[in-house]
């Protein structure tokens, strides 16, 4: 596990998959993961089965984000490294809070805590972050953790109601994680 006095960042584990099922299966979050169509149950167990693959051959890494409560603890999101490139030492990042959490903390903690682990144990140089032009809470939140916005893509998200832009967001190590 990986945390500090207010989160926990941990392994998946077969006990999730009824969470994972119902949270990525929300369809308001589809836009920003890029998902059209809905997962399966055995999908989703498929899915954390493989989590016990080496990142190395997965290319990706999801940690679940909890919280204490007393002795116990609550999952109230998860947070992914994909698109990882060891020769480039790069990654994407995103994060998903469920929705009564939102707004806490609990998201600029698990980025910070996330982005130390991968600078300083996996080795990464840098991590970016692609977010749609309205997302607003997701650009304060990677903009006070020091992302740098680096570029634009026009049109690039397709929408209901027309395209949309998408701004990256990119890290590199040494920096400061917290403002």
């Known amino acids: 596990m990986i945390k500090n006095d207010k989160i926990i960042l941990r392994a998946l584990e077969p006990a999730d998959a009824d969470l994972l099922y119902k949270w ?3 369809m308001e979050i589809w836009p920003v993961s890029n998902t059209l169509t809905p997962f399966s149950r055995h999908k989703i167990i498929t899915y954390i089965n493989q ?19 007393g002795e116990m603890q609550k999952t109230i999101g998860m947070i992914d490294l994909f698109d990882f ?14 929705k009564p959490e939102r707004e806490k903390g609990y998201a600029k903690e698990a980025v910070a805590l996330f982005t130390d682990y991968v600078f300083n144990h996996l080795g990464l140089h840098q ?17 006070s953790l020091d992302f740098k916005l680096m570029g634009q893509k026009k049109d690039w998200l ?4 027309g395209f949309k832009d998408e701004l990256m967001y990119q890290k590199i190590a040494g920096r400061p994680t917290i403002n």
């Open 127 to 143: 991590l970016y972050c692609n977010i749609s032009e309205d997302n607003r809470a997701s650009i304060k939140l990677f903009e």
């Open 51 to 69: 989590t016990t693959l080496d990142i190395y051959q997965t290319r990706q890494l999801r940690l679940m984000i909890d919280i204490p409560e």
């Open 158 to 161: 397709k929408t209901p109601n």
């Open 24 to 26: 990525e299966n929300q």
């Open 85 to 98: 490139d060891p020769y480039h030492s790069r990654g994407g990042i995103g994060i998903m809070i469920h």
